[in-house]
């Protein structure tokens, strides 16, 4: 039997990759599915579709929505699922994850799967306090590492609901086929072609340790020989922008702003490094790693589950010092070596994080395997 599924998130423009991974994994048995965004999109029904590969709406709430609006759209999302008639809902984040929790004792035929792929989801009393009377057995709350399940389990105590580990994964395959060469990337990001590129694809808030990297980029010993290249945007930025000023390294500095589907530009970089004090997975390695490039990152959250068996360099969180003698380390490699570790790099996380190897967990949750 072809079971019926929806995947709800919160908006098309801030969380793609998981829905359409997801999609891909059931596409591939066959089984049809939809995924519904609860943020209104500046996206056509139909180019989220096309893109998702799967039908795609969004329920039109606007960002910042007032309580009325919310109400709208919690009234929108009961009778959606009333007419239905879904077999398994999945939620993304924590938003679609709550509304659905609210409805979810009126549909007692469905199985319900929320994925977090964040820590600090239920830090706030009444989010625990709602999970606590709310969650039942039809409930399977699932983390993409297992930080983010220590972080769930630590907050909500003993539950109901099942609470397991799947990991993030892409289509690396496709991630790769997908991505500009290092020519047309460094021409696109305005970057010289001569000179060996760190690269970092980040939101640029506090988390994400940028602050610890442009305090490695001025200790370098290699400083002449590179420089830092950042794609993504956030509150930080001028923040951002000032340090490197006043550490006089703004010259060897690029911000570059948030560019569309980032990982397409990661073939810019010769070194990809993530220095997050707080990171739940981290997808930007795996989209890095498509490209063939050694990878430096911290030991955050889960971001060591990511690096265990693997050759990707790992710093101590906020060490600024090892991670300027880890980047001097890679610049230092012959260009062969080099590559050589980029490729083995890839086919590690390959091994581990293609959506080939995590489907299976997915079918075994959802009952698949006999379709």
Request: hydrophobic share 40%; net charge positive; with cysteine.
């Amino acid at each position: 039997m072809n079971k019926k599924i929806l995947q709800f998130s919160y908006s098309f423009s801030d969380n793609k990759i998981p829905p359409q991974s997801i999609a891909k994994i059931l596409s591939a048995k066959g089984v049809t599915s939809s995924i519904y965004y609860l943020i209104e999109s500046s996206h056509s029904d139909n180019e989220m579709s096309q893109f998702n590969q799967c039908d795609s709406k969004s329920f039109g709430q606007p960002k910042g929505a007032n309580k009325l609006w919310k109400l709208r759209s919690l009234k929108n999302l009961f009778n959606h699922l009333k007419s239905q008639h879904y077999d398994i809902i999945i939620t993304h984040r924590y938003k679609p994850f709550f509304m659905t929790l609210l409805l979810s004792c009126f549909f007692t035929q469905t199985e319900f799967y929320a994925i977090f792929h964040g820590n600090g989801s239920f830090k706030h009393f009444m989010r625990k306090l709602l999970c606590r009377y709310l969650l039942h057995k039809k409930w399977h709350l699932i983390a993409v590492s297992e930080a983010v399940k220590t972080d769930i389990v630590n907050s909500l105590g003993q539950t109901d609901a099942e609470i397991l580990v799947i990991y993030n994964c892409l289509d690396m395959t496709e991630i790769h086929r997908q991505q500009l060469s290092r020519l047309e990337a460094r021409q696109a990001l305005n970057i010289s072609q001569d000179q060996f590129i760190i690269g970092c694809t980040a939101r640029l808030v506090a988390g994400k340790g940028l602050n610890y990297l442009l305090d490695a980029m001025a200790k370098l010993k290699t400083s002449t020989k590179s420089q830092l290249a950042i794609i993504g945007d956030g509150c930080e930025k001028d923040k951002l922008m000032l340090q490197a000023q006043q550490q006089g390294i703004m010259d060897r500095v690029i911000f570059c702003g948030y560019r569309h589907n980032a990982f397409r530009y990661a073939a810019a970089f010769d070194l990809f490094t993530l220095p997050s004090t707080n990171e739940a997975f981290g997808v930007v390695l795996l989209e890095a790693a498509a490209a063939r490039i050694p990878l430096i990152t911290t030991t955050a959250g889960g971001m060591p589950e990511v690096a265990e068996n693997t050759e990707i360099i790992q710093v101590s969180v906020k060490d600024s010092s090892a991670l300027a003698e880890s980047i001097d380390r890679i610049i230092d490699m012959p260009l062969t070596e080099r590559q050589e570790l980029g490729h083995r790099i890839y086919q590690q996380l390959y091994n581990k994080f293609d959506i080939s190897q995590i489907a299976p967990d997915y079918y075994k949750l959802f009952q698949l395997d006999e379709i």
